[in-house]
């Protein structure tokens, strides 16, 4: 029985060592635009391609603490803007930081929605938007929309941002990397792991 308990509390500590250390990091100034088809095939930022077609991007955002890592999905316009875009992330469900500081340790209750900031370009540190088909769009839209009726709960070593992230990313066929790493590291690898 002790053997289980010092074997549990191991793992733990083990767990929270990997998650404190992934963010010692620091991120560098926000990277270039990346805009490709689902096939990893790279598409100019605004290119009249894009014009009345669907999106999903891969985005993370600075913020006082290490970021945050969420997707943007819409249609887009001429030159490649967004119109009327919708976002998701998971994020503890309280703009008090004491839900977020214990979120590190124990689980806390998530929100799914935009949080402040996630559109403001000053903040953007990292994004790849993938231009999808209509049958695509519909296809990852619907997969976002039962995550987010589960998805109850933050931890920042189990379930953070980048799991969540991550589950929409492996739903559309793309391979993710770690979720301890920092937002902005999280997006880019990303997009090197999919994009030839």
Not at 21 to 38: A, L
Not at 68 to 87: A, C, D, S, W
Not at 150 to 168: H, P
């Amino acid at each position: 029985m002790v053997v289980k308990l010092a074997k549990g509390h191991l793992s733990l500590l083990v767990l929270f060592a990997f998650a404190i250390t992934s963010c010692q990091s620091e991120d560098k100034p926000p990277q270039p635009r990346f805009v490709s088809d689902t096939r990893g095939n790279a598409i100019p930022a605004k290119s009249p391609q894009q014009d009345g077609r669907y999106f999903i991007e891969f985005r993370s955002r600075y913020a006082l603490s290490y970021g945050h890592t969420y997707v943007v999905f819409g249609r887009l316009g001429k030159n490649g803007q967004m119109i009327n875009p919708e976002v998701s992330g998971l994020a503890p469900a309280s703009t008090d930081e004491g839900p977020y500081i214990l979120g590190h340790f124990v689980p806390v209750p998530a929100e799914t929605g935009a949080s402040d900031g996630d559109l403001e370009e000053q903040y953007r540190s990292a994004s790849w938007r993938v231009i999808l088909t209509e049958a695509e769009y519909n296809k990852t839209v619907a997969f976002i929309r039962k995550l987010q009726a589960k998805s109850k709960f933050w931890q920042a070593s189990v379930y953070n941002c980048n799991a969540f992230t991550g589950e929409i990313a492996r739903s559309m066929g793309y391979e993710t990397p770690s979720i301890w790493l920092r937002p902005q590291e999280f997006v880019t690898k990303l997009r090197e792991m999919n994009v030839g």
